[in-house]
């Protein structure tokens, strides 16, 4: 292969994608072609199920495999896997898992080349605090966490773990503060001693069920409400917090958990994203596919264990068609398979369950953000100035979040090609333009905007790509607009039908691993209390 590739390497490079028709319009000139195109994001099973609004798919013959169990839990994600996870621990092993995709791990998959394996979309969590006791608990079994309380340095970033490119060259860190005046640096000293104060309420706790709880009992519960009634943007003006290295800073943190501008997240969720965490832990905790580490491996392990029948308990290319009663149970069709149940753990976006289940409405409407995850192949590191690689590497103005180096945790030899997967929220446009344009735009914009953005930082990156494979998320988050704390408490106390509990992190409106395993545990515990109550 022109490019350095082995045929072998080029083959497997492609293992994880579907070529688009942009293949063929390829234009860099002087050297060979940038390969690449849109991974399968499963739009096609998605939009398909939405469209037949709850006929069931395939065939409704007699001849339809059946499968009993005590059960069902609908959405293969972090959610749906922590809910099968707290079951087992429960006691109750008679369940089975339906995913739509050829996998598990929702928004934490990750594929793999000849060079490195990557993520397809959330890339690392934050070392939990004490508060996080289910996600302490699961990493103490896939042996992240020690039993005295130490971290396996493996998991924990390695260093260099930041840097920006600002003023022509890589800087250590990504607070924006070279060259900054006095006056600007002033504002971010002001902006991180309110941060503080919030943070010392308690209020901002992830998971964030703990956090309303402390706020609701707060003696500053109506200065921490009036933050959910503004946008991040009108807060800053208001507190004369004008910078525009702060806007873009707190921006950066918005777009990063929320895929929401500072005219779109409320203030409340642009402090969240500060506050929530302790400043001086160590980590994050990251491995180079991401969070599928960990979505993996805890398949894995509830895969080693089998139905009382043999049967395995996790079933993926399954979407759900229809959930409907049949006397006192719920009987939850595939397009090849009807699963009699007692109890049904929807672990799915809530936008979907309407069109499944007759009568079930969510009491408020969630606003989605769309993403774009690319996974960039380089031959060899391009030329740069400054700090070196880091695992985050960001550039200050970008409409981009950057690019997290793949490679960087791994432990083996470096090698001179790498891959760097890019982050972009579309926040540009609302919720459904924004998908609309995700549809329709050539994956050769993308090829082409990508470039353009890397080339501010590395003006030789062109020569450099062999492919750009990109994942397109439609509906990747729930964005928290100014009355989110109002939708969370709505949908706390919302259940869709008897015996059909919600374990995903809709009910928290932020789309962060701890909310989404919170909500999966909750609701298999509530399911165990209706299983036990039957016995």
């Excluded at 006929?55 to 059960?71: C, D, F, Q, Y």
Aim: glycine letters at 10%.
């Amino acid at each position: 292969m022109s490019d350095g590739l082995t045929r072998r390497e080029f083959v497997l490079s492609l293992s994880s994608v579907v070529a688009a028709p942009a293949l063929l319009g390829l234009t860099r000139k002087g050297g060979p072609p940038i390969l690449g195109g849109y991974v399968d994001d499963d739009s096609g099973a998605g939009h398909a199920l939405r469209d037949r609004r709850g006929a069931p798919l395939g065939s409704t013959s007699s001849s339809r495999e059946r499968r009993r169990v005590s059960v069902a839990i609908v959405g293969g994600g972090i959610g749906g896997l922590s809910a099968a996870w707290q079951l087992d621990r429960s006691g109750v092993h008679d369940w089975l898992l339906l995913e739509l995709a050829d996998r598990t791990g929702g928004n934490a998959r990750g594929g793999s080349s000849a060079v490195t394996r990557f993520p397809w979309g959330a890339h690392y969590v934050p070392v939990p605090s004490d508060d996080a006791t289910h996600v302490r608990a699961l990493f103490r079994e896939l042996g992240v966490l020690g039993v005295d309380g130490t971290w396996d340095e493996r998991t924990l970033c390695h260093s260099p773990q930041e840097r920006i490119f600002q003023h022509g060259r890589w800087h250590e860190g990504l607070a924006p503060l070279d060259a900054l005046p006095v006056s600007e640096r002033a504002q971010f000293a002001e902006f991180e001693t309110r941060i503080a104060d919030w943070r010392h309420t308690g209020a901002f706790t992830v998971p964030s069920a703990m956090g309303h709880a402390r706020r609701r009992s707060s003696a500053d519960s109506k200065a921490l409400a009036a933050l959910d009634t503004t946008t991040a943007d009108a807060w800053l003006r208001e507190h004369g917090l004008t910078s525009p290295a702060l806007r873009w800073w707190v921006e950066y943190g918005t777009r990063d958990d929320y895929g929401a501008s500072l005219t779109q997240a409320s203030a409340w969720a642009a402090v969240h994203y500060f506050a929530g965490r302790d400043p001086e832990a160590p980590g994050p905790l990251t491995w180079p596919e991401g969070n599928a580490w960990i979505t993996e491996r805890l398949t894995a392990r509830l895969n080693a264990a089998r139905s009382a029948t043999a049967a395995p308990r996790i079933r993926t290319s399954s979407p759900v068609s229809v959930i409907e009663r049949i006397g006192s149970r719920w009987l939850v069709r595939t397009a090849g398979l009807d699963v009699e149940c007692d109890v049904v753990v929807w672990a799915a976006p809530l936008f979907v369950l309407p069109t499944v289940l007759a009568g079930a409405q969510s009491p408020v409407a969630l606003e989605y953000g769309s993403w774009v995850v690319a996974n960039i192949s380089l031959r060899r590191a391009p030329s740069e100035r400054g700090a070196p690689l880091a695992w985050d590497n960001v550039i200050y103005n970008s409409p981009s979040l950057g690019y997290v180096n793949a490679g960087h945790q791994s432990l083996a030899t470096p090698t001179e090609a790498q891959v760097w997967t890019w982050y972009h929220a579309v926040v540009d446009r609302d919720a459904r333009g924004g998908r609309r344009w995700l549809r329709d735009r050539p994956w050769s914009q993308w090829r082409d905007q990508i470039v353009a953005d890397l080339r501010a930082a590395h003006p030789d990156v062109e020569s450099c790509v062999s492919r750009i494979d990109v994942m397109r998320w439609g509906h990747a988050m729930p964005r928290p607009t100014p009355g989110h704390l109002l939708r969370v408490r709505a949908l706390a106390g919302w259940q869709p039908a008897p015996r059909v509990f919600i374990g995903h992190a809709d009910l928290s409106g932020i789309s962060l691993m701890e909310e989404a395993q919170w909500h999966g545990v909750r609701a298999a515990q509530q399911a165990a209390v209706v299983l036990r109550g039957d016995r």
